[in-house]
């Protein structure tokens, strides 16, 4: 008799991600796929890193030290290159209750820092920035960073001259409202489809293609000022402007120009709903600087054509049009100048507050922005009180690090870095985030002890002498609810952590015990316990809003649920425009601030009272042939799961490929699949050679993203893999915001020639087990 065949069981279950719902089929307790949910229009391909990401050789299976950090020689070998000892969960748990002792001991709480910052789960409990910065508010708190690297220098610039950008963000034109009555959408960095694959939190579908297909076929012209023509969708048939990098505020001025030269500018709006234009336009006449910023004076900063910049001046006078900024845009020297650039041009035209008029800042930074908001604020875990005031602008890591003490300049106040003798990131990759890595790799060198949550071997992981394997969003139940969206999903524990990584809420009760904090910490509540908590609450501010939510059990036995908009034609300071006094913005004036008093007082000498034009450093200092701009990545979040098939599938000889001109490639022998080696004084990195007409002469465009792997035996530490931050600088866009900084960088390029180095970055580092014994 023969026996039956096995029967295969392959399950359906829902997972969730900041870049969309996914539907993942397993088998046996392995990821065999994960597609996009059937009711999203446009699921992201994204969700093909899932099943290989966290089931590569770079998965982190046990907890792990830092070689010479255990041995008490912390400097014998730096950190980043060390190898690393694989310990037990006790063993590892006492190791830092007593470190986290010793350091608050001797320094107090200001001398841990936790800027954690990244994107992490899209679960509203196990989210790894929560969950630590709870755990260290209960033993007496953490410096915490404070804003972001996507748009920081809106959250710092916007509240003087026009109110709260995350408010604005909120309360952007519909999408819907600007195919009905825009004739034109200008934008400045373009519109990158990319970047609205994924929405911090989560995002239940993607409407953005749709809504821009909606918006040309409706007849709305679009031009898209970027040096990447693909910034916009081809279904725009957008008008491309490839300008200089850097060189919005120039273009911005020199339209503005045309507008008050050729009186197509509006004095009554100015004058009801503005202060201090009388100043700026001085600046713009050349008045007060002797300086007109005609439109060949901005031909020659962006490398455009005077004539068509003034006949876009008189398309942006002659309808309705509205002026889209990318968040891109600000991430450049001096980035909040075209910013407040921006609303100024848009208040000469008169426009702002009108269906389709105005200006947005934001459209394009994720999948809502203009698209969807949530009804109501979802239930969360909260992180409590932290009693330890001190921050840092998220950007300052490295002189943080390298300077403890050193005093900076931030919104006008004179701060001072604090001492962080321990460092403790869950849930983020700053060597990912940041600028100039050689320098981020030489200021990790400097606390006494660095502690690093996550999944794979990343570089920050290499970068610790603690390392913790957690659970991925895939192997616990949650459920997604994004900031700016309007679902709410099941998250299924699709498989359970492999080895011995842990969900973090049971490794911090864990330590928490030892720190004698359980009960605050905990509350007495198991994760899941938890998860019913948060979704009450959920469930009871839905019930304020007249939606009627399931019990816990019945959500995560269903499907997505989708609420209401709750402001489909909704248009940005329409409010504002009808009753300027009564609706009066949130800033000294009341009024939209083109002149700022409280900015000018502040006596800066990069950010001065009124919007103006600054050159870029490495341009002005004469760095590199070719401008290098860095945007995110089609191919994963950032630089999450880098290993899967989809970021992998994109890559040329194992590396990320960077985009060059043929007129660029031609003259140093490049070819399409070669492999290239980019430099400047700063760094090297190795990248795969795409040569396209796509991108404008002169520039060269590689996706941040890719695994930091430095080779330290070559020269500059050389980045096998990939990564654009190799060779960016750390100079903040001023000293107003203190924010990043990187879009602004120059290299020059080369063949690379002899054998390629191999790309180690994807495996772990050397490994070895302590004697449980000794221990």
Known sequence: MSEEPTKVVVETKLT???????????????????????????????????????????????????????EGEPGRVPRGRDAFVEVSWDRVLDLIAGELARVREMHGNAGIFAGSYGWSSAGRFHHAQSQLKRFLNCIGGFVRSEGNYSYNAALVMMPYIVGPFRSHVAQATRWSVIAEHSD????????????????????????????????????????????????????L??????????????????????????????????????????????????????????????????????????????????????????????????????????????????????????????????????????????????QGRNPVADFIPVAAISEMLLNPGGAYTYCGE???????RLVWWAGGNPFHHHQHLSRLHEAFQTPDTVIVNDVNWTATTRHADIVLPVAAAQERRDFGAGKSDNG???????????????????????LAARMGVLEAFSEGRSSEEWLEAIWEQTRSAAAGHDQNLPDWKTFMGGDVITLPDPSPNQIFLADFRDEPAENALPTPSGKIEIFSETLASFGLDDCFGHAAWFPPRDLAAGIGEVYLLSGQPKTRLHSQLDNGAYSLSHKIAGREPVLIHPDDAAPLGIAHGDVVELFNARGRCLAGAKVTDEIRQGCVFLWTGAWWDPDFNAPQMRDRHGNPNALTHDLRTSSLSQSPAAHSARVSMRKFEGPLPEIRVHAPPPLSKEDEAEA
């Open 16 to 70: 969730a991600n900041h870049w969309g719902v996914g539907v993942a089929r397993v088998e046996d307790g392995r990821i065999l796929s994960v597609e996009a949910h059937p009711d999203d229009p446009n699921g992201s391909p994204i969700n093909d890193n899932i099943s290989g990401g966290l089931a590569g050789s770079a998965r982190i299976l046990r907890p792990a030290v830092r070689k010479s950090w255990l």
């Open 184 to 235: 034109l959408v200008v934008m400045f960095g373009g519109m990158a489809l990319r970047n609205t694959q994924v929405s911090d939190g989560g995002v239940a579908r993607h409407r953005m293609a749709d809504n821009l297909e909606a918006c040309a076929e409706a007849g709305v012209q679009f031009v898209n000022i970027s040096p990447l023509r693909t910034d916009a969708a081809e279904a």
């Open 414 to 420: 004179t701060r001072h870095f604090p001492d962080a």
């Open 237 to 382: 048939s957008a008008d491309w402007m490839p300008a200089n990098p850097g060189s919005d505020t120039a273009l911005m001025l020199g339209l503005a120009h045309v507008l008050h030269d050729e009186d197509l500018h509006d004095p009554a709006f100015l004058d009801r709903y503005t202060v201090g234009f009388e100043k700026f336009e001085a600046y713009l006449t050349g008045a007060s600087d002797g300086v007109a910023k005609t439109a060949e004076w901005a031909a020659e900063k962006t490398g455009l054509d005077a004539a068509e910049i003034r006949a876009l001046a008189r398309r942006m006078a002659g309808g309705r049009c509205m002026i889209s900024v990318a968040a891109g845009v600000q991430r450049t020297d001096y980035g909040e100048q075209p910013l407040w650039m921006a609303v100024t041009l848009a208040a000469m035209l008169g426009q702002i507050g009108l269906p389709g008029g105005g200006y947005t800042v934001g459209y394009g930074v994720n999948a809502n922005v203009g698209n969807i908001e949530r009804l109501f604020r979802w239930g969360t875990m909260p």
């Open 488 to 510: 709410l999903i099941p998250m299924h524990a699709l498989t359970a952590p492999p080895g011995e990584a842990r969900v973090e809420y049971e490794m911090y009760c864990d």
